[in-house]
């Protein structure tokens, strides 16, 4: 059962005529959840040599993320579905097989982040916490924490966010709001629209006349503003079309997922926040010892109201 997490894919290929084609994937799963019983159909199916959770957490890396490279070649003639199956199934062993053989390694580095081996002691997080559905976290503990460790260039920040109870419902209240609003709002929206194809159609024109009549640097000047209308159009058609979605989409996944999005959002403006803040306190040298990890769209456990932004430091 699919519990959570996000899928991104970067294909590359690379067509090579009568030779047919080369094609490069990287695949990144994160915050997967994803459960199944013992000798389960997954496991089964990929041959898996351990439990499908041991061989989840073997692949996570320190961002949450199980990624997967998966190469292969398609003739001219084409490849059948079970040659793709085939591909991705070999290069999930392959790196199944390289985390089994760093594991002992990985679980070492995860038990001395945990108790602090190494002689150094743990320093606690500062949790940014915010009101539900409010993008504004409480900054007063950070002070504390950049005095201890904002002099060692050793230290590096992870700023992750939990989601409250509280802000999946503000969210659940953003994303779906009644249908006489959404109307309305396309009624409004669908005006603009009209407005905006009219000034498009006079600059257009205008446009060509410059050239015509050899004014290069006027007709530049209608060229660029032509493109700020048409982004501004791209725009509002994107707008429609997610209006256009709630008034058509109204099953529970679609709310489910228009939720998901919006606490989403809530959680990426909290982190945003919090970067700029911890950018404008260290300086611009220090952009590359702050790392943001993607805001999730589920309720963190525990968190009943307003969500928060947490400042690990790592050494």
């Not at 890396?61 to 040659?83: C, F, I, K, T």
């Not at 390289?98 to 602090?116: E, K, N, W, Y």
């Not at 959404?182 to 407005?195: D, F, K, T």
């Not at 159009?233 to 998901?260: S, Y």
Request: aromatic share 2%; proline share 6%; charged share 20%.
């Amino acid at each position: 059962m699919i519990e959570d997490g996000l899928f991104d894919a970067n294909i590359r290929l690379q067509m090579q005529g009568n030779a047919g084609s080369q094609v490069r994937s990287n695949l990144t799963f994160t915050w997967l959840g994803l459960t199944e019983p013992p000798g389960g159909p997954i496991s089964t199916y990929l041959k898996l040599p351990a439990s499908l959770d041991t061989v989840l957490f073997l692949l996570r890396n320190e961002a949450d993320e199980q990624r997967l490279q998966v190469q292969m070649h398609v003739p001219a003639s084409g490849a059948p579905a079970s040659a793709i199956a085939e591909a991705a199934v070999e290069a999930l062993a392959l790196a199944i097989g390289d985390a089994v053989a760093h594991s002992p390694m990985r679980l070492f580095r995860g038990l001395q982040g945990t108790v602090g081996l190494g002689g150094q002691d743990k320093i606690p997080p500062a949790v940014l916490r915010c009101a539900p559905g409010v993008t504004q976290p409480d900054l007063a503990p950070l002070p504390a924490l950049l005095e201890t460790v904002a002099d060692d260039a050793a230290c590096t920040f992870v700023l992750t966010h939990e989601l409250g109870a509280g802000d999946v419902e503000h969210a659940a209240r953003l994303a779906n709001p009644p249908a006489a609003t959404v109307q309305g709002s396309i009624a409004n929206l669908r005006r603009r629209y009209a407005a905006l194809e009219q000034e498009r159609e006079l600059l257009a024109a205008e446009t060509a006349a410059a050239y015509a009549a050899g004014h290069v640097q006027d007709a530049l000047v209608r060229h660029g503003e032509l493109r700020e209308v048409d982004t501004r159009i791209g725009e509002l058609q994107a707008t429609l079309d997610e209006g256009v979605e709630m008034l058509t989409a109204t099953g529970p996944r679609a709310v489910a997922r228009r939720t998901r999005q919006a606490a989403a959002a809530i959680g990426d403006a909290r982190l945003e926040v919090a970067h700029n803040v911890l950018l404008e306190r260290l300086g611009p040298a220090a952009a590359r010892r702050i790392e943001v990890r993607r805001a999730r769209g589920v309720p963190s456990a525990g968190v009943a109201e307003g969500g928060a932004v947490v400042v690990t430091v790592r050494r």
